[in-house]
């Protein structure tokens, strides 16, 4: 089945404790990104990646850090977490930058 | 830069009846896709449907079909025959070639309420 796999899908943690969520995407796509949603605000994308070892900023990338060392895996990674970084995070590839497909999403709570 | 507007934050309809949903974008771009993600309780991030800009003819799936008016830059959702399990965020989103930071960008959503 073709999909998107996030985990953990919920975490709880306390600021400045170094954090990853990873993803995986089994359909062999070049294009991979992160998107944090908040309420009111929509979804905005916080790093994309075109392909293994090439990764830029989207809109909200401060505070985070990623890297996409293999085709099917793009972790995103919070070297130390603040309470703002509360949010509901996606990840997301695509094969062609357009029609993106989505992770179930990860509920992160920072304390 | 993408800028896409969803003007109306909350819908709630009775079941069966028909519902549109706003959105307008604003691109420089001349080749773009346009699409509608429902997100229901479960926060899963769905696709409903998806519009090529090149193509002047409004995509459809089953219930859901858009109004694409390419010089207003206006990309409705209709949604036919309503049904509780439609009830949901929906988010309007655009898309340029290349992907990246301009690659999806998403409206703000509408909370879509189906009544009983």
């Known amino acids: 089945e073709a999909q998107v796999t996030q985990n953990p899908r919920y975490l709880i943690t306390v600021t400045g404790k170094k954090l990853t969520v990873t993803c995986s995407q089994n359909m062999n796509h070049e294009y991979m990104s992160w998107y944090r949603q908040d309420p009111g605000l929509g979804l905005r994308q916080i790093y994309y990646s075109m392909n293994v070892e090439v990764t830029d900023k989207g809109d909200v990338p401060e505070g985070y850090k990623v890297s996409r060392k293999e085709k099917r895996n793009f972790p995103l990674i919070l070297e130390s977490p603040s309470p703002n970084q509360t949010s509901l995070y996606f990840c997301a590839s695509s094969r062609t930058g357009f029609e993106q497909y989505f992770g179930p999403g990860t509920r992160l709570t920072v304390t | 830069a993408q800028t896409v507007t969803q003007s109306q934050p909350e819908m709630s309809v009775q079941e069966a009846e028909t519902v549109t949903l706003s959105c307008t974008y604003d691109?420089?771009?001349?080749?773009?896709?346009l699409f509608w993600y429902k997100q229901p309780p479960s926060r899963q991030m769905i696709l409903v449907i998806r519009?090529?800009?090149?193509?002047?003819q409004n995509a459809t799936e089953n219930r859901f079909s858009v109004n694409f008016q390419k010089a207003a830059k206006s990309f409705s959702l209709k949604i036919s025959d309503s049904q509780l399990g439609d009830t949901a965020m929906y988010f309007c989103?655009?898309?340029?070639?290349?992907?990246?930071?301009?690659?999806?960008?998403f409206g703000k959503g509408t909370h879509l309420i189906i009544q009983p």
């Open positions: 519009q090529e800009a090149y193509k002047q």
């Open positions: 691109t420089s771009e001349s080749n773009y896709y």
């Open positions: 989103a655009s898309a340029q070639p290349g992907g990246g930071a301009d690659g999806l960008t």
